[in-house]
């Protein structure tokens, strides 16, 4: 299947941590071999918190972070970056989204982008796939 899709941080995340990985989560990493994965602008954000915390827990070193980040930059995944207009415009669907599924807003922005950009979704997340399923999202 080629084309875009947008990827949950729940997903990624799974890569880094050898004892979250997944068959899901393998088969979409094999997926990016003829696809592109779509992220909200948050998505580095959120990839970088999850590294420091898990440096400050002693589950990885910062060492395995650098190399994690390499890895990620090799793949085909592809940022949004909004102009500030777009983004306090798409605050208002986002709550919305987030009020009725009771997602956090940084999950809310993989819905919306999804919607946004007619896409799949590929998620680890329980609450966001269940969001998902309600709005009739296709989900890899």
Not at 35 to 59: F, G, M, Y
Not at 96 to 105: K, T
């Amino acid at each position: 299947m080629s084309g875009s899709f947008v990827i949950d941080n729940s997903v990624v995340m799974a890569w880094c941590f050898g004892y979250e990985s997944s068959a899901y989560a393998d088969a979409i990493l094999e997926q990016l071999s003829e696809s592109t994965a779509l992220v909200p602008a948050i998505w580095p954000l959120e990839v970088a918190n999850v590294l420091l915390v898990a440096e400050r827990k002693k589950r990885i070193r910062f060492a395995d972070s650098v190399r994690f980040l390499s890895l990620l930059s090799a793949l085909p995944i592809v940022v949004e970056h909004q102009g500030k207009k777009a983004m306090m415009k798409d605050l208002l669907s986002l709550g919305r989204l987030g009020r009725n599924s009771e997602l956090s807003a940084y999950d809310t922005a993989y819905l919306d982008l999804a919607i946004r950009d007619n896409c799949s979704l590929a998620t680890l997340d329980k609450r966001l796939l269940e969001a998902a399923k309600n709005l009739d999202l296709l989900i890899l």
